[in-house]
């Protein structure tokens, strides 16, 4: 049997393994659509060769359409957090989730680079599961990233169904003692940078807010 500290490392080192895979699927989707490239290029050039100037422009659609899923989405001039969230919103784009993000994280923010990546990781991951129990029409998660008066303020927010009621001054999970343990990781996380975590339920939608002191640290 694992002990707290031995679950804990063992569950640190399958979500940052479990994000490494989602980053390297990523650009494996990048690197297949360049090696299509050159393709692409003929075909269009055979086109405008025979004056098919229709089939043309519904060919560069089709091209654009396959670009935005595997175009990066997001700079934030952070590239651990560009990781994380592109590949999450990747995915929830195969998930039929519409996402509103912005972004913008420095590099220097005295955040270990591992533990932004568990926090962010594990929200995102949240609010994917809930969204996937809606109909695909209902399916949405707004991103905020962004510093505030020497914080770092982040705000998530996902479609739900009812309105959850706290329980002991908690939001109890459906989903087992794994993901319970990915919401106490989180808020360990933000109490270890003397930071402050809200959620928040109501009808149609759930928001987790958090606050991270910055520290400026010399490049």
């Known amino acids: 049997m694992f002990n707290k500290k031995e679950k804990m490392l ?3 080192r399958a979500l940052v393994e479990k994000h490494y895979t989602e980053v390297e699927n990523m650009y494996v989707k990048m690197r297949a659509w360049r090696h299509d490239y050159h393709n692409h290029i003929q075909a269009l050039s055979a086109y405008l060769s ?5 089939e043309a422009m519904k060919f560069l659609e089709e091209i654009n359409e396959n670009l935005v899923s595997v175009d990066t989405v997001l700079k934030t001039g952070n590239k651990m957090v560009d990781a994380i969230l592109n590949s999450k919103i990747s995915l929830m784009n195969t998930k039929g989730i519409r996402v509103n993000a912005t972004a913008r994280v ?10 932004l990546s568990i926090i962010i990781g594990n929200l995102l991951d949240n609010a994917m599961e809930a969204c ?4 695909e029409d209902d399916r949405f998660v707004r991103i905020f990233i962004n510093v505030k008066n020497d914080h770092l303020y982040m705000s998530f927010t996902n479609s739900a169904g009812k309105k959850k009621e706290k329980i002991g001054g908690r939001f109890l999970s459906s989903k087992g003692e794994n993901h ?3 919401l106490s990781r989180v808020d ?3 109490e270890k940078y003397g930071g402050y975590l809200t959620r928040a339920s109501e009808d149609g939608g ?8 910055i520290l400026y640290m010399e490049k």
Not at 50 to 54: K, L, R, Y
Not at 106 to 115: A, E, K, M
Not at 132 to 135: F, G, N
Not at 206 to 213: D, K, R
């Open 188 to 190: 360990n996380l933000v």
């Open 50 to 54: 025979s004056g098919q100037i229709d």
């Open 180 to 182: 319970g343990f990915g």
């Open 10 to 12: 063992e569950y640190q």
């Open 206 to 213: 759930f928001t987790t807010e958090v606050i991270l002191p």
């Open 132 to 135: 996937e129990k809606l109909p």
């Open 106 to 115: 420095p590099d220097n923010i005295g955040v270990d680079n591992v533990d």
